[in-house]
């Protein structure tokens, strides 16, 4: 599904925060990234996404070599991974209400028909209920924007998942509720997921497996 | 919503910011309503010369007494402040969309394109804006139009840059990478998630600009390069007011000035208030 091979990234030139790392995530398997922050896992979750170019090393997708990131590279390719960061405060933007947030990517895919019944669906996969939709971003907790976040990055299908810190800023329950969301929609669609984190204890029972950021390295 | 966050200064600073508020949107509106109304509904001819009355001081017939030929100042003022109004507002406008859109192409595309842009923004703001203006209306048979495109050519700067610097820091945000993440296209995060972050913004630099456009119309009519002299506006009135000031004749230069600047500070006085709302932290900063 994913292959990362002898990845090297930064945001400076010859200060890379990641040093040949490989990892691979096979169809339909749930891979959990433990390291300590600062390390670097943030950034390979970014060029995971398509997010971040790398200096170096190849990133195969699907089958295919990625050679293109951000805007350039083909939108096909750019959905087929979803993505929920850490902050749920700065992945949503304050002016949208929450159900134009989860809408966002079926309307910038032009894909304006399915909204109304994507959305309920969703809302229902996450436990956003009751007049929560209607809101806007200042106006929900932490939790609920986050169940927000996770609902827009299943509403174009991915058949790979990046969860970057997804539960960090979150109490037990609503991560509970999350990884409980995001395993259903995996049993659904058999699709993979790549978690990074520092919960040793919450990684290693929701993944089929942890790898250790200190043993990636080549 | 808007009273019950932030009370720095207690009750008293808050009363006279309102009364400050309350006072310049009074008298924005009467200026308005004025240069709307007065030229239909009054039929006065603001160019009848009467040399039997010139230089009269204010009395009741002439509020504001009569210029050197004997024309109402009352009724010139007016349709000064109505060119002036007229030339700032479309000036600020055309200014203000040029800049925003500028501004916004640079950030929103990055690489080569943004730097060539910025090093031409920044070529132009090298010249004295002044100059750069006078250098446009040179090139124009003087009137109203190449006034403002002599105004907004030299203006649109500014505001390229602010928007420029406002849409860098929101590009940055987790919620564009989402965006981007979930298809959008360049244009759509664009028209989006990024115009929208940084109009209130914009709008609040076009309401600045309104009054910094009159006064630039004022200076290149009193310079003699902008509207014809013949025609009233602020910068006219009191350039052909000089010669009787200096023979102790008071108020051809009074009032026009007066109208230039009461209604400049309205405007400060109702966008500083503006710009507390937009970001309360910076209150203090922005009193005015």
Redesign the interface.
């Known amino acids: 599904m994913l292959d990362l091979k002898n990845i090297t990234a930064g945001y400076e030139r010859g200060r890379p925060v990641v040093r040949e790392v490989s990892l691979a995530v096979a169809p339909g398997e749930a891979v959990g990234l433990l390291g300590p922050s600062g390390c670097g896992k943030s950034t390979l979750a970014r060029v995971a996404a398509l997010l971040h170019r790398p200096d170096n090393g190849t990133v195969t997708l699907d089958g295919a070599l990625v050679t293109e990131w951000r805007h350039r590279a083909p939108r096909a390719q750019r959905t087929t991974v979803g993505v929920v960061f850490q902050s749920p405060r700065l992945a949503a933007d304050p002016r949208l209400r929450l159900r134009e947030i989860v809408a966002e990517p079926l309307r910038a895919t032009g894909r304006q028909i399915e909204v109304r019944e994507r959305v309920d669906e969703l809302a229902d996969l996450v436990g956003l209920g009751g007049d929560l939709l209607n809101r806007r971003p200042h106006e929900v907790s932490d939790g609920q924007l986050q169940r927000a976040c996770l609902a827009r990055a299943l509403v174009l299908r991915p058949r790979l998942l990046v969860c970057d810190e997804m539960t960090a800023m979150l109490d037990a329950s609503t991560t509970a509720a999350l990884v409980a969301a995001v395993e259903r929609y995996r049993r659904e669609t058999t699709a993979s997921l790549l978690a990074v984190g520092h919960d040793r204890t919450l990684l290693e029972r929701w993944c089929d497996r942890a790898a250790e950021w200190t043993e990636l390295s080549g | 919503m808007a009273d019950t966050v932030w009370r720095t200064h207690g009750r008293t600073r808050r009363s006279t910011r309102t009364l400050r508020v309350r006072a310049s949107a009074v008298i924005l509106v009467a200026a308005v309503l004025a240069v709307l109304l007065v030229p239909p509904l009054v039929h006065l001819d603001q160019q009848a010369v009467d040399l039997s009355q010139k230089l009269l001081p204010p009395s009741w017939e002439h509020p504001f007494g009569t210029d050197d030929v004997g024309r109402d100042l009352l009724l010139r003022c007016v349709y000064g402040l109505r060119i002036s109004l007229l030339v700032g507002v479309v000036a600020a406008l055309v200014a203000t969309v040029v800049g925003t859109l500028v501004g916004a192409a640079a950030a929103a595309l990055g690489g080569w394109t943004d730097r060539l842009v910025m090093r031409l923004v920044d070529v132009f703001s090298s010249v004295p804006h002044l100059l750069l203006g006078i250098f446009v209306v040179a090139m124009f048979r003087p009137g109203v139009w190449p006034v403002i495109a002599s105004v907004a050519v030299t203006h649109w700067l500014s505001t390229a840059r602010i928007v420029r610097a406002e849409v860098l820091s929101l590009r940055s945000?987790?919620?564009i990478?989402?965006?981007?993440?979930?298809?959008?296209?360049?244009l759509?995060?664009t028209t989006?998630?990024l115009l929208?972050?940084v109009l209130p913004q914009a709008g609040l630099a076009a309401v600045l600009m309104v009054p910094h456009a009159m006064w630039h119309e004022s200076a290149l009519s009193f310079l003699g390069l902008g509207l014809p002299s013949h025609q009233a506006s602020l910068g006219n009135l009191v350039q052909s007011a000089r010669g009787s000031l200096l023979a102790g004749d008071w108020w051809p230069t009074l009032f026009p000035g007066l109208l230039l600047i009461v209604p400049t500070l309205a405007v400060a006085g109702l966008a500083g208030a503006w710009r507390e709302r937009l970001d309360p932290r910076r209150r203090s900063e922005l009193m005015l």
Not at chain 2, 178 to 186: N, T
């Open positions: 945000r987790p919620y990478d989402a965006a981007i993440s979930g298809g959008a296209s360049r759509r995060v989006r998630h929208p972050g």
